[in-house]
């Protein structure tokens, strides 16, 4: 959750070092007092510096400390260039932790008035700074503690988002309450920014939905509108309650308010919309990710690139793209973000990747599979071999989220959807953990989750996940119960889960010998995701029927190997039809109601056999996945491949083109 602490970079007052706070979306100005003090060339350097013009200022920094190593003021400029223009945030620190010593080596850890003492005061700020965007919270509160001592107004609300991330709520609360009752508005906005985070990570759903209310109102009503990390915190807080309508009037209200540092509307819109089955315009919000973060400043421009990923990687997930989204969660699992301005636990991010990793080779191994099907026995053996492979990297995933989530009890935060404990985990992956950590677990972990849980309508989440863990350890009965409870009290406006519990229900169904049960939620499950099915691994039962032609019987043949299908006396009708001039495939319910239909036809050059294959492979890319054009070059774009990145030392050239935001999530 993006947390916008809105403090301006080393912009100090003529009197008393203090801060300002601004709703724009530009690098604030850094003013030079009339009384500055510095050499000539310190104070040349320092004017590029305001300028934004950050190449020339650091050329003409490092050119001092070459004659002058001892220079607080190049330390201080070459640090700043470090931090914004290049994102080079330990060198940043080096810079300006030795800028601090000389100063007080040269001058005093007491400035007096007569010392140039705002240098010292811009120094101390910025360190507090790099100390943030290096997660050394610890050592930020010590800077802050001695700034507090030598300068007023003190940074008193500013505390709250480092005792927040060390997990110390109570004092967290109170810093931002003390920053409350400042006269100063900037510590207003930083306190009731602090108090939504703060909530939302204590787990108190409600007071953080209140908090980040407040903290909208006020930015609506002091800067006359919100920017977007107001907004997409308001919008998490939303979906923590299930509030789905909400969260999306206010992440696309966040898409057109001005651009915040931390946050990415787009990014947010696209977990919903998949999460919706919306997919067309999850697409959509996927391809607007990379333009809203390249407008970013370059210290912040990846503080979300993994979140992107996992986006990405859950959406090419359900749309059936199982080598596409492995590609990104290889990258997404060796190349965390940078998390200082993030309140989630960044384990927790993990584990959600790995499991997105785990189920794209178990599709991956699905996919192989239905290949196999259609090929000669020597090649449909090695291409079995494959999808063996693919099962075990599964595997080897599942092992790895198991190992993240046995830690600090995260297994039971990832249950908790919507919550800062489950790290925006997407409710119809959570069931594939009844695999990974096994289904006792998993039944034991939802009884803890819904014990502490008293959100209206994060019961019926609980049911689907018992259900399942149930069906897994062979209680077919009371996995029918908690599956068609769930279906009673699912939110309809997001049909994965429900699709994810209709096929559990199928199957639970047929372990009960109820089959006329089982086929009418088969039916439902293919109405609300068809893409279910393969990813849970699902044999339909099928009653199929061809006509006399070498073709239609051919076709029957590879079906009767698809891992889609069981031919059984009871069953869905899989009807194929073929002659001279074309063929088709065609899925019907028991009621003779079209569910999916294929329909292919020769081309000059393809023998019967390759016809027959090549039907094959049509009906199962178009009956078990929903249609969605993707091209490679939207691959690429999605992720950012395919585009000119803005360097990060891009800043150098054209200055900062940052918003105001210094703390986030």
């Given at each position: 959750m993006r947390r916008d602490l809105r403090v301006l970079l080393c912009a100090f007052l003529l009197a008393a070092a203090g801060l300002r706070s601004s709703a724009s979306a530009e690098t604030p100005a850094l003013p030079m007092e009339l009384t500055e003090q510095g050499s000539a060339d310190e104070l040349e350097?320092?004017?590029?510096?305001?300028?934004?013009?950050?190449?020339?200022?650091?050329?003409?920094?490092?050119?001092?400390?070459?004659?002058?190593?001892?220079?607080?003021?190049?330390?201080?400029?070459?640090?700043?260039?470090?931090?914004?223009?290049?994102?080079?945030?330990?060198r940043a620190l080096y810079h300006q932790r030795l800028a601090l010593e000389i100063y007080e080596r040269k001058h005093s850890r007491k400035p007096l008035p007569s010392?140039?003492?705002?240098?010292?005061?811009?120094?101390?700020?910025?360190?507090?700074?790099?100390?943030?965007?290096?997660?050394?919270?610890?050592e930020r509160l010590v800077i802050i503690a001695r700034y507090n001592e030598l300068y007023d107004p003190?940074?008193?609300?500013?505390?709250?988002?480092?005792?927040?991330?060390?997990?110390?709520?109570p004092e967290a609360r109170l810093a931002a309450r003390k920053g409350l009752s400042a006269p100063d508005p900037t510590q207003?906005?930083?306190?009731?920014?602090?108090?939504?985070?703060?909530?939302?990570?204590?787990?108190?759903?409600?007071?953080?939905?209140?908090?980040?209310?407040?903290?909208?109102?006020?930015?609506?009503?002091?800067?006359?509108?919100?920017?977007?990390?107001?907004?997409?915190?308001?919008?998490?807080?939303?979906?923590?309650?299930?509030?789905?309508?909400?969260?999306?009037?206010?992440?696309?209200?966040?898409?057109?308010?001005?651009?915040?540092?931390?946050?990415?509307?787009?990014?947010?819109?696209?977990?919903?919309?998949?999460?919706?089955?919306?997919?067309?315009?999850?697409?959509?919000?996927?391809?607007?990710?990379?333009?809203?973060?390249?407008?970013?400043?370059?210290?912040?421009?990846?503080?979300?690139?993994n979140e992107a990923r996992r986006a990405l990687a859950a959406y090419l997930l359900v749309v059936g793209r199982a080598d596409d989204a492995l590609r990104i969660t290889d990258k997404a699992l060796v190349m965390p973000d940078r998390r200082g301005h993030n309140s989630r636990d960044p384990g927790q991010d993990r584990a959600i990747v790995a499991l997105l990793d785990h189920q794209g080779h178990q599709l991956a191994a699905q996919l192989e599979r239905e290949k196999a099907a259609g090929l000669p026995f020597f090649k449909r053996w090695w291409q079995r071999l494959h999808s063996l492979w693919q099962t075990w990297q599964g595997w080897l995933s599942g092992q790895q989220a198991a190992r993240l989530l046995g830690e600090n009890d995260r297994l039971v935060g990832t249950l908790r959807i919507g919550t800062a404990e489950s790290a925006i985990t997407p409710p119809w992956l959570v069931g594939d953990l009844s695999k990974v950590v096994g289904p006792a677990v998993l039944h034991t972990a939802v009884d803890r989750a819904r014990h502490k849980d008293r959100r209206p309508g994060a019961g019926a989440y609980y049911d689907a996940f018992s259900a399942e863990a149930a069906l897994d350890m062979k209680r077919p009965g009371e996995a029918r119960k908690l599956a068609q409870r769930a279906l009673r009290d699912l939110n309809p406006s997001e049909p994965l889960l429900p699709a994810r519990v209709h096929a559990l229900a199928a199957l639970a169904s047929e372990a009960a010998s109820k089959p006329v049960d089982a086929l009418r939620h088969y039916d439902q499950a293919f109405q609300l995701d068809p893409g279910v099915l393969r990813r849970l691994a699902i044999a339909l039962p099928v009653r199929l029927s061809h006509n006399a032609h070498p073709v239609a019987e051919r076709v029957a043949e590879m079906l009767q190997r698809s891992p889609r299908f069981e031919v059984a006396d009871q069953g869905l009708h899989l009807r194929v039809r073929a002659h001279a001039g074309e063929g088709s495939i065609c899925l019907e319910s028991t009621q003779g109601a079209l569910i999916a239909c294929s329909k292919a036809k020769p081309e000059r050059r393809h023998s019967p056999e390759v016809f027959a294959q090549n039907l094959v492979a049509t009906f199962h890319k178009?009956?078990?996945?929903?249609?969605?054009?993707?091209?490679?070059?939207?691959?690429?774009?999605?992720?950012?491949?395919?585009?000119?990145?803005?360097?990060?030392?891009?800043?150098?050239?054209?200055?900062?083109?940052?918003g105001d935001v210094v703390e986030g999530e």
């Amino acid at each position: 959750m993006r947390r916008d602490l809105r403090v301006l970079l080393c912009a100090f007052l003529l009197a008393a070092a203090g801060l300002r706070s601004s709703a724009s979306a530009e690098t604030p100005a850094l003013p030079m007092e009339l009384t500055e003090q510095g050499s000539a060339d310190e104070l040349e350097a320092w004017r590029y510096l305001q300028q934004e013009r950050l190449i020339r200022a650091r050329e003409l920094a490092e050119k001092i400390l070459k004659r002058r190593p001892d220079s607080y003021v190049a330390h201080f400029i070459v640090g700043y260039v470090h931090h914004y223009g290049e994102a080079d945030f330990p060198r940043a620190l080096y810079h300006q932790r030795l800028a601090l010593e000389i100063y007080e080596r040269k001058h005093s850890r007491k400035p007096l008035p007569s010392d140039p003492w705002r240098w010292h005061a811009r120094i101390f700020r910025e360190l507090a700074q790099v100390h943030a965007d290096l997660e050394n919270h610890r050592e930020r509160l010590v800077i802050i503690a001695r700034y507090n001592e030598l300068y007023d107004p003190d940074m008193i609300a500013e505390q709250a988002w480092s005792y927040m991330k060390m997990r110390r709520f109570p004092e967290a609360r109170l810093a931002a309450r003390k920053g409350l009752s400042a006269p100063d508005p900037t510590q207003t906005d930083v306190a009731l920014n602090a108090l939504c985070a703060i909530e939302f990570e204590a787990g108190n759903d409600g007071s953080s939905y209140e908090a980040c209310r407040a903290a909208l109102d006020h930015a609506r009503q002091s800067h006359g509108r919100a920017n977007a990390v107001d907004l997409t915190n308001f919008a998490e807080a939303s979906r923590s309650l299930f509030r789905l309508d909400e969260a999306e009037r206010t992440l696309l209200e966040a898409a057109k308010a001005p651009l915040a540092w931390y946050g990415n509307p787009w990014l947010e819109l696209a977990e919903l919309y998949t999460r919706q089955g919306r997919f067309a315009e999850g697409l959509g919000a996927l391809k607007e990710i990379p333009r809203y973060r390249a407008k970013r400043p370059p210290h912040v421009r990846n503080s979300d690139r993994n979140e992107a990923r996992r986006a990405l990687a859950a959406y090419l997930l359900v749309v059936g793209r199982a080598d596409d989204a492995l590609r990104i969660t290889d990258k997404a699992l060796v190349m965390p973000d940078r998390r200082g301005h993030n309140s989630r636990d960044p384990g927790q991010d993990r584990a959600i990747v790995a499991l997105l990793d785990h189920q794209g080779h178990q599709l991956a191994a699905q996919l192989e599979r239905e290949k196999a099907a259609g090929l000669p026995f020597f090649k449909r053996w090695w291409q079995r071999l494959h999808s063996l492979w693919q099962t075990w990297q599964g595997w080897l995933s599942g092992q790895q989220a198991a190992r993240l989530l046995g830690e600090n009890d995260r297994l039971v935060g990832t249950l908790r959807i919507g919550t800062a404990e489950s790290a925006i985990t997407p409710p119809w992956l959570v069931g594939d953990l009844s695999k990974v950590v096994g289904p006792a677990v998993l039944h034991t972990a939802v009884d803890r989750a819904r014990h502490k849980d008293r959100r209206p309508g994060a019961g019926a989440y609980y049911d689907a996940f018992s259900a399942e863990a149930a069906l897994d350890m062979k209680r077919p009965g009371e996995a029918r119960k908690l599956a068609q409870r769930a279906l009673r009290d699912l939110n309809p406006s997001e049909p994965l889960l429900p699709a994810r519990v209709h096929a559990l229900a199928a199957l639970a169904s047929e372990a009960a010998s109820k089959p006329v049960d089982a086929l009418r939620h088969y039916d439902q499950a293919f109405q609300l995701d068809p893409g279910v099915l393969r990813r849970l691994a699902i044999a339909l039962p099928v009653r199929l029927s061809h006509n006399a032609h070498p073709v239609a019987e051919r076709v029957a043949e590879m079906l009767q190997r698809s891992p889609r299908f069981e031919v059984a006396d009871q069953g869905l009708h899989l009807r194929v039809r073929a002659h001279a001039g074309e063929g088709s495939i065609c899925l019907e319910s028991t009621q003779g109601a079209l569910i999916a239909c294929s329909k292919a036809k020769p081309e000059r050059r393809h023998s019967p056999e390759v016809f027959a294959q090549n039907l094959v492979a049509t009906f199962h890319k178009e009956a078990f996945a929903p249609r969605v054009d993707l091209s490679q070059g939207d691959l690429n774009s999605l992720d950012g491949s395919n585009r000119v990145a803005r360097d990060p030392r891009e800043a150098l050239f054209e200055g900062n083109d940052a918003g105001d935001v210094v703390e986030g999530e």
